[in-house]
């Protein structure tokens, strides 16, 4: 396959970036969009002339699709063409022959550009600080089998615990919200009983760092479902949403007791 | 008020947004059903719209939602103004390629968009009609005051008679429907009502209502566009 | 021979992690806040280890080189975590779980590590559930267990297929809980080079800040290094991009004893590399050889007109195919353990009946099962595996024989501990894959992950305050000693000197290049005159590497070219380690085969009698590596030979 490639080039955070042009020629239908990347970096390197040579940046770690690391923004959308999967998991048999591809960093305000591809999404790591946890230290729980789930219910939590942290769907979302992922986690903990306990505070303080952290607002599109590589529902947003509302409800009743999460 | 506003969390926001929104929904249901009476659809249609609107100008009931019907418009709209440019905030740097991803709506990109058209409509709209019961503006040539009630009929009549203004009327409305296409299953959404067996019936319920919402609303114009 | 105590406590078996616990030293809380402990990675053995040390008090800061602690690859785990609950009732105990793990090793782990292993096992279950992680359950609402190889019984629990990330998530929360409240200090996009001591003890590290391109110091009182296998040194395998072994491979240079680096699994079932672009290898669970059967054509002909694309292989006769497995193992068929298998197809693909566009594959049929089940039956039992397969390969695998081939997966081999868990540097403790210590020279399936969580939660939030309890006057230290100056001086010039070479050769020519010397010659099958030839030519290509290495970009900002040739610097000398440690090893155990050790039926030969113990490399600069040996004295339990016979 021959390619024309136009990708995001930024020497870091403060500097001013710009689209570079880059062709490729023989490139395998069956190599991965990554390989893709990782085939233009060395003949990069192995351009005879130039040194030293920058290479093209970007996040990626396990290739297999579960770490989340990868982040690229291909044609106008996150993790590109194919619905439920990854970069990492995407072939270039999905493009054709002489196709221009424009490759983009994450774009939101919560994650700036570190370089070229690559972002900062250290902001979900503040979220989960926030509360995304159940309160218990190492040791001095009950037997695993004391506390039976019901089986819809693990399997609810199970469908929203597969996130992985990507971002896509702040990257997708036209307003930069991160409701998916916040979402997803407040769901699989609010149905579980284990973390049933502290579902309140929870709810509230993650929302409250994501707002903190300058997130949009969500305006139920739905282009994060729609891209999700774990095709995390939406109703997670809505069992959150209700979580938030119960919990606004009996606010007054908490502030009595003070504690929480964090 | 906007200041406080601005530091709910963007949940309460959106719950404000939704139940506003909810209620300008169900109101615009009420306003459609009193409109069609413009139309011959009925013998004494005329005097049915006349009633109608004696009712709505006069009933005590009626004159206290009128408030709350303002107060929540002017929270939705005030709302849907901070949460935009909170969301425009929240991408600085804009993608080279526009998004191409799957969404439940396509109007739902342009809420903002459909929303000022919707204001724009309503200045318009109070202009000719709420203004003049107000006193503020005086009616148009052949809309007489009736037993101390304004003459909307003759009012409306008298617009939609202009060519002109039946065709901005439609092209307004259009921008209603759009508008309310996403907003209606959004609501429920928002209120955390999403059910894998009741939500498409809600999506469905929502696109009903849409298509008869805006045909009904456009129907009269088209009437008197094409009689 | 003196060096190495592993400090087992007295006692009968099932008493030993019950008497030390008595009789360790603690520390008490208001000296804990005065203790700063450094852990490096956050999989799972760092971020649990990390989260229960700053529950307990004291001052954490954890290290991980991705851009958060939660895509540490430990994510990747499909199958399950072993833990002997015995909730199905079928005859488990700590006992079993425990024999099981010293055989499935091939008896070269040490006992009272693995039995500790085996009875802290039901406390990590018991942990993950109170910390919300979604394990399956069956409609009682109680937890389902599942088979795993080298088991009678069930005792897998599991999370779909990412129990790993499950787990991972799991102890990452705890850690973002600790971290949300102070307790620890998080420093990501930091990668470890160089582990600093003072006065014989680890007390800090010089990490790069893999954004700024900074080197920075830090100071603790003790250091736990949980940084994963050193798998890549293969350059293709299981493991994700940036698992290496640079920090264990550091600390081991800093004298740290590097332990059985000849251990490495190999995994019969991966997707087959399909291009020399190939960067990295997919594993599919084993548990599809229960309803496929394994073939290569008969004929050298027909496989080399498959490898052209001139046949396909639905069009072989069956008179055709060559069952090899069952052929040569017809006890076992196509179940025969993990080794075996790999060994098997490499067997005949090296012999030209290789399919694929490379011949390096063999086929994984499942169209008698079909036949015979039924397609929706398969489906329901391997649908998502088939999902990935297609997605990957571009093949239908109802339709046509999926490809397989063996990839490096994990490596038993790592620094050497002792029952604390602590290396022969006092202060520097291991944890996970990094260390070397339970599973001897080959892992059985779902123990990885329960290996991981036993160290970090269970095990070092115990051994480290007995040696954190000496270290209570010990003030902070401050990071401009002499010794943090050299360290820093050390890597300044290590990546100075890369710069400067400016070659004409890649980071990753040179590794390819590592990788086949290791995988042909250090991998399924090893002989003498292979690991002669392997350390012989790992030495040429190391002088060659630092003549002609091309490292674009600089020393300041992201340079993931520089990450890489960092990386390889140590690979190309752990390559050589490995080599020589299997070259000195004259037997076949586990995952280490040496073709002159085996028995008529090509079955590994054991000889405990000279080699029932532990080798453990000391660094040893420019000269040889000395070779120091921990016997393993099996007082509990009788040694056998691994019969797959019957």
Redesign the interface.
């Known amino acids: 396959m021959k390619l024309t490639l136009k990708i995001w080039r930024q020497e870091n955070a403060k500097a001013k970036g710009r689209f570079e042009t880059y062709k490729l020629d023989h490139i395998s239908p069956d190599c991965s969009f990554l390989e893709m990347l990782d085939i233009l970096n060395e003949q990069l390197v192995n351009d005879p002339i130039q040194l030293p040579v920058d290479t093209i940046a970007f996040d990626h770690d396990c290739r297999e699709g579960i770490c989340g690391m990868c982040s690229l923004y291909i044609n106008g959308r996150p993790h590109g063409p194919e619905q439920g999967t990854t970069v990492c998991q995407l072939h270039m048999r999905r493009f054709n022959d002489g196709d221009t591809i424009t490759i983009e960093p994450w774009r939101a305000g919560p994650f700036p550009v570190i370089k070229d591809l690559m972002v900062d999404r250290h902001a979900f790591d503040k979220i989960i600080q926030a509360g995304g946890f159940t309160s218990v230290s190492t040791g001095g729980v009950p037997d695993a089998n004391a506390i039976p789930v019901r089986k819809e219910d693990a399997d609810l939590a199970m469908d929203a615990a597969a996130c992985i942290g990507c971002g896509a769907c702040v990257a997708s979302c036209k307003n930069a919200s991160a409701m998916l992922f916040v979402a997803a986690k407040v769901s699989q903990l609010a149905l579980l009983p284990q973390g049933k306990v502290e579902a309140r505070e929870r709810v509230h303080a993650m929302v409250a760092k994501m707002d903190e952290l300058g997130f949009g607002n969500c305006t139920n599109t739905y282009a994060c479902e729609a891209e999700c590589p774990k095709n995390i529902s939406v109703e997670n947003i809505a069992r959150m949403n209700r979580e938030y509302f119960s919990a606004s409800l009996t606010k007054a009743e908490r502030k009595q007791s003070s504690g929480g999460v964090g | 008020m906007s200041k406080t506003v601005v530091k709910l969390?963007?949940?309460?926001?959106?719950?404000l947004m939704a139940f506003a929104g909810l209620f300008l929904v169900s109101f615009l249901l009420v306003h459609l059903g009193i409109n069609l009476f413009i139309l011959p659809i009925a013998p004494d249609h005329e005097a049915i719209f006349g009633e109608a609107v004696h009712f709505m100008t006069t009933n005590p009931l009626i004159k206290i939602m009128e408030v709350v019907l303002f107060g929540g418009f002017i929270l939705h709209a005030v709302l849907g103004v901070i949460?935009q440019l909170?969301?425009w905030?929240?991408?600085?740097?804009?993608?080279?390629?526009?998004?191409?991803?799957?969404?439940?709506?396509p109007f739902?990109?342009y809420?903002i968009h459909t929303g000022i058209i919707i204001f724009i409509f309503l200045a318009i709209h109070f202009m000719n009609f709420y203004f003049v019961k107000l006193g503020w503006s005086v009616a148009p040539e052949g809309a007489h005051t009736v037993n101390g009630n304004h003459d909307f009929y003759h009012m409306a009549l008298n617009l939609f008679s202009n060519p002109f203004y039946s065709v901005l009327y439609i092209v307004l409305i259009l921008g209603l429907g759009f508008h309310l296409h996403?907003a209606f299953?959004?609501a429920f959404?928002?209120?955390?009502?999403?059910?894998?067996t009741y939500t498409p019936v809600i999506q469905a319920i929502g696109t009903v209502y849409t298509v008869v919402v805006t045909l009904g609303f456009m129907s009269i114009p088209l009437y008197f566009l094409l009689a | 021979m003196t060096k190495l105590n592993a400090k087992i406590p007295a006692g009968p078996l099932a008493a030993k992690w019950t008497e030390y616990k008595t009789h360790q030293k603690l520390v008490n809380p208001a000296n804990k806040r005065k203790l700063d402990v450094i852990v490096v990675g956050t999989g799972l053995a760092g971020a649990a280890a990390a989260a229960s040390f700053g529950e307990m008090g004291f001052k954490v800061k954890v290290f991980c080189i991705q851009d958060s602690p939660r895509r540490a690859h430990s994510i990747a785990a499909q199958g399950g975590i072993n833990a002997a609950k015995n909730y199905p009732n079928d005859g488990d105990s700590i006992y079993r779980l425990f024999y099981d793990t010293i055989k499935g090793g091939d008896y070269r782990a040490r006992e009272a590590n693995v039995y500790r292993l085996a009875e802290v096992s039901n406390n990590i279950i018991d942990q993950c559930v109170a910390q919300g992680v979604p394990f399956a359950r069956e409609y009682s609402g109680y937890l389902d267990n599942r088979s795993f190889g080298g088991a009678q019984v069930s005792r897998t629990f599991y999370a779909r297929g990412q129990t790993g990330q499950q787990l991972l998530l799991g102890a990452y929360g705890a850690l973002s809980k600790e971290i949300g409240r102070g307790h620890v200090e998080l420093f990501h996009r930091h990668e470890m080079l160089d582990l600093v001591l003072i006065d014989g003890r680890a007390r800090g590290i010089v990490a790069r800040n893999v954004v700024t391109g900074e080197l920075e110091r830090f100071a603790a009182h003790a250091v736990v290094l949980a940084t994963g296998g050193y798998g890549n040194v293969y350059f293709l395998s299981t493991n994700a991009m940036n698992s290496n072994g640079s920090a264990a491979w550091r600390a081991y240079k800093r004298g740290a004893f590097f332990a059985n680096p000849a251990f490495v699994q190999i995994h019969p079932t991966c997707i087959p590399v399909h291009g020399d672009y190939q960067s990295k290898l997919t594993l599919m669970s084993e548990s599809l050889r229960n309803d496929g059967r394994i073939w290569v054509p008969k004929n050298k002909e027909d496989a080399e007109k498959i490898r052209k694309g001139q046949l396909k292989p639905t069009q072989i006769a069956e008179s055709d195919r060559d069952y090899y497995l069952e052929r040569r193992y017809p006890a076992f068929g196509n179940l025969v353990p993990r080794d075996v298998a790999s060994r098997a197809a490499k067997e005949r693909c090296d012999a030209g009946f290789g399919v694929g566009n490379t011949g390096l594959a063999v086929y994984l049929d499942f169209a008698e099962s079909i036949e015979r089940l039924g397609r929706s039956v398969i489906e329901a039992r391997y649908g998502n595996l088939f999902q990935m397969y297609e997605k990957i390969v571009d093949e239908n695998p109802y339709e046509t024989p999926m490809m397989i081939y063996p990839a490096v997966h994990y490596t038993m081999g790592g620094l050497w501990v002792d029952y604390e868990l602590q290396t022969t540097i006092p202060g520097l403790f291991a944890a996970g894959e990094a260390n070397f210590s339970d599973h001897g020279a080959n892992r059985l399936g779902a123990s990885a992950l329960m290996q991981g969580l036993a160290d970090g939660y269970f095990v070092l939030p115990y051994t480290i305050q007995n040696y954190l309890a000496d270290q209570i006057s010990v003030p902070r230290f401050k990071t401009d000693t002499p010794e943090f100056a050299e360290a820093e001086r050390n890597v300044r010039n290590q990546i100075d000197k890369l710069l400067s070479v400016k070659g004409k050769q890649s980071v990753d020519t040179f590794h390819r290049r590592l990788g086949q010397i290791m995988w042909d010659n250090v991998g399924m099958g090893r002989n003498e005159a292979g690991l002669r030839q392997a350390i012989t030519r790992i030495q040429e290509l190391r002088a060659e590497f630092w003549k002609d290495v091309k490292v674009a970009g600089s020393a300041t900002g992201v340079n993931q070219e520089l990450e890489k040739a960092l990386r390889l610097i140590d690979y190309l000398e752990l390559g050589e380690l490995m080599a020589r440690d299997a070259l000195l090893r004259n037997e076949s155990c586990g995952g280490h085969f040496r073709e002159e050790f085996q028995t008529e039926e090509g079955e590994a030969l054991r000889d405990d009698a000279n080699y029932k113990y532990v080798a453990a490399w000391e660094y040893q600069g420019e000269s040889e590596p000395v070779k120091h040996i921990e016997k393993l004295d099996y007082e509990f339990i009788e040694v056998k030979t691994r019969n797959y016979k019957s």
């Open positions: 969390s963007s949940l309460s926001k959106k719950y949460l909170q969301n905030k929240a991408r600085p740097v804009g993608y080279a390629v526009a998004q191409k991803s799957k969404v439940y709506s739902s990109r809420m996403h299953q959004s959404q928002s209120l955390g009502i999403n059910h894998p």
